[in-house]
């Protein structure tokens, strides 16, 4: 599906990028970091965000936003509940990672990058999440699935989407 | 029940002697591998069992978390540390059995046929040595660390404690003699005596490159400048790598431990480690284990109460692989864009935020404490004449045992993949060993026998790298796998020069291309040449080293190519547009693991003495039937 449109989205609150700023003592030289824990705080990195970033630390918004775009792990856009990464390192590659990418991409109808229309998953691959041993490998929301097979996928993803029912 | 701050060398020598008791003493100590890989094997439910069953039980057992022994193919691994009896290892431990371990060592008893290993001395497995022989109480059976074909050829040094400390304790690492090295550096050895000791040790960097890291230390405790930085690159991108991961997890005072005495050597107050947000379980260990050496006094203000001040911050990568790059890493340190700068100067003189620096690899700094308590000449007496000390390296990919292993400089490859990693699994014929990464080549056969040594793996067109080794069989496609690191260096370039931005851009498209069934000889040729520029003008290392998988595959396993563009043939059936499989009639036993395994439903049969049909319309290709067949009834054509 198409990404959210990030413009259309209501104001943001500020508190918690303050908070993650604060933590830092608004020292420019931890911008990554900050930039991670306020991707952590709110999901992403909003604009108005980044802007209120580049305010605090006395950093010019193109500064920040360089940045921003420069590290693969930053989003500039919502991204779904749970993260799924499969890991495409060369370990994993060799014991059939592409396939197993292919077959999450046609169970949740998303190539990696792409978030779920329900808003549930955010799929992307990684060039190693340093469980070689156990290839292929993914991780969802920090918890890792190894040995993979198409029949895990399936187990795993029904596990995380039964957590999300109403009753749940 | 925290013990105080430590104020002198008479504190720290008292307080590992209490930690020492406590670990070798009267209670039992059962632990278990949670390292990331024991997690994903549900070593997790293991650990609550067992602490489970004990407090149920009433029994007054020591329950510990440590981290990774290195054979992950066996995980969840259990270790037993009894009074009076050896060190016992479990493998392949689930809840159930974890309970019945407890029940019989409640009687005193071990369950020997189920144990994979027993330790009689914990010879370098921590950091002073200590005999466990005792009785041997039912347990002769089981075979030693030292009989073990896994383990036989290893020595750990860098890897000692991984696995068989808890990492989140410091006491258990002072328990080993954790920072005896750096007392004995600050009380009886001038900074001039450390770098001349590492210099004499002939260490040489672990991330890689291999620079002898003395020399690095003199030319910043020389470089003008205050403060001075010490910097510990914690950002393993190497697919396939994660011998550091393992490290920083499982034994993080020793790498906090080397940095310091570095730090005392070169007059250097403040330190980072960079670790990449891959590794979520190392960032907490390591930032636990500041904490702990910060509260113990062995971090922060007047260390020991000697007068020497050294704090230690962790900064997380963000996801580049070129922050691995020494200049690119202290630019995401500094809170800017990852991207590296011509070496006109040196990080010694002018490193992070413009300081004297020194920057090694985790490693690397978990080999100094070794070397400063065993001295220089222990260290160089083994490995080459060039290549001192040990290294680790993740044997992953289609080798049979995969784990994490650390030999002796100068053991051959072909040691490693067959006398350690049992060879090729499910029987097949190996092809290729891949050393150093995306950077790094694939060596064949006739190349097994090369050492493991800088200077000779870089001569055959490879390269050391980090550690990972990944060994490939028949059915891997070596023009693939070059597809796959040059797609891998596309992605990572960082932009800034045309060389590689474009020139590794242009390999890629020329490796899909023949990959696609589409390429021809001037394809393969002008992929030679693109590579070659390529390597000869790029700025930093990334691009320089990025031709090497495509050139180190073209001079080995030139035919692969020419199979590919002149006969439209991928001999090892993986490349998708050239591959169709069938099922071989006259093998196949009807047992219907293909089409179970068939994610596309395109087989057909296999069941009730039919043979299984591919349906070629639905087939995807992925050779999940040739994987599981257990007959060799896939074939393709």
Known sequence: MAPTNLQTQAPVDLAAADAVIDSYQADKSWLVMILQDIQEAYNYLPQPVLEHVAVRLALTPSHVYRVATFYASFSLTRRGRHLILICDGTACHLRGAENLQEELTRRLGVAPGQTTADGLFTLETVACLGACALAPVMMIDGTYFGKLTSEKIVAALERFAAKEAPDA | ?637
């Not at chain 2, 680790?392 to 040691?415: D, H, Q």
């Not at chain 2, 003008?537 to 035919?559: D, E, Q, V, W, Y």
């Not at chain 2, 993986?574 to 099922?583: N, S």
């Open chain 2, 1 to 637: 029940m925290p013990e105080a701050r430590m104020n002198c060398l008479a504190d720290l020598r008292g307080r590992q002697e209490r930690a020492r008791v406590a670990f070798y003493g009267p209670k039992v100590r059962l632990s278990v591998g949670v390292g990331t890989c024991g997690l994903a094997n549900g070593a997790g439910d293991v650990l609550e069992a067992l602490r489970d069953e004990v407090a149920r039980r009433g029994l007054d057992f020591t329950v510990r978390a440590t981290a990774c022994v290195g054979l992950c193919e066996m995980e969840p691994l259990v270790d037993v540390l009894a009074p009076g009896l050896p060190r016992v290892f479990y493998h392949k431990v689930d809840p159930a059995r974890a309970r019945d371990l407890v029940a019989g060592l409640a009687k005193g008893l071990h369950h020997g046929d189920w144990a994979l290993m027993r330790a009689d001395q914990d010879k370098l497995l921590v950091d002073l040595p200590r005999s466990l022989t005792g009785s041997l109480n039912g347990l002769a059976a089981v075979p030693t660390f030292e009989e073990i074909p896994f383990y036989r050829h290893q020595m750990k040094v860098a890897l000692r404690n991984c696995g068989f400390i808890d990492p989140l304790d410091v006491e258990e690492y002072l328990a080993t003699g954790g920072y005896s090295a750096l007392a004995k550096a600050m009380e009886s050895m001038p900074p001039e005596q450390i770098i001349e000791t590492i210099e004499r040790s002939g260490l040489r960097g672990r991330g890689g490159g291999g620079f002898p890291t003395g020399k690095k230390w003199r030319a910043c405790r020389e470089a003008h400048g205050e403060p001075k930085y010490v910097l510990c690159n914690g950002d393993e991108g190497d697919p396939g790598a994660f011998m550091d991961r393992s490290i920083m997890e499982g034994n993080p005072h020793a790498v906090l431990e080397g940095m310091a005495i570095a730090a005392y050597a070169i007059g250097a107050s403040y330190g980072y480690i960079y670790v990449r947000r891959e590794y979520p379980l190392a960032v907490d260990h390591l930032r636990r284990a500041i904490l702990q050496a910060e509260q113990a006094g062995l971090l922060g203000i007047n260390i020991l109460g000697r007068g020497f001040d050294f704090t230690v911050r962790i900064s997380r990568g963000a996801g580049a692989f070129v922050c691995g790059e020494s200049t690119a890493l202290m630019a995401s340190i500094e809170g800017q864009a990852g991207e590296p700068r011509a070496k006109h100067i040196h990080t010694s003189e002018k490193g992070v935020f413009g300081r004297p620096t020194t920057l090694n690899n985790v490693e690397t700094w978990a080999n100094v404490p070794v070397i400063i308590n065993q001295g220089a000449d222990w260290f160089a007496a083994i490995g080459t004449k060039a290549s001192k000390g040990t290294k680790v390296f993740s044997v992953v990919g289609k080798a049979r045992t995969t784990g994490l292993v650390e030999v002796p400089m100068g053991m051959t490859l072909r040691e490693i993949v067959f006398d350690i990693a049992g060879g090729v699994a499910g029987g097949r014929q190996f092809k290729a060993v891949q050393t150093g990464g995306p950077s790094g080549g694939c060596l064949g056969e006739d190349q097994l026998d090369l050492p493991v040594d800088f200077d000779a793996l870089t001569a055959a067109g490879s390269m050391m790298g980090s550690g990972g080794l990944i060994v490939m069989d028949d059915r891997t496609c070596m023009v693939e796998v070059a597809r796959y690191f040059t797609n891998f260096l596309r992605r990572e370039s960082c932009g800034k020069c045309t060389a590689c931005r474009e020139g590794v851009l242009r390999m890629y498209e020329l490796l899909e291309k023949i990959t696609a069934g589409q390429g021809t000889t001037a394809d393969v040729d002008l992929l030679e040449e693109v590579s070659r520029y390529v390597a000869d003008n790029s700025i930093c290392g990334l691009g320089k080293s990025a031709p090497n998988p495509t050139l180190s595959t073209l001079k080995h396993f030139r035919g692969e190519y020419l199979a590919h563009v002149t006969e439209h043939r991928c001999p090892a059936g993986v490349c998708k547009a050239l591959t169709k499989f069938t099922i071989l009639t006259a093998s196949c036993k009807a047992c219907g693991k293909c089409s179970k395994a068939c994610p596309t439903e395109a087989i057909s049969g296999g069941a009730k003495k039919v043979p299984a049909l591919i349906d070629q319309a639905k087939c995807v290709r992925c050779g999940s039937c040739r994987e599981v067949c257990p007959f060799d009834a896939v074939g393709t054509e």
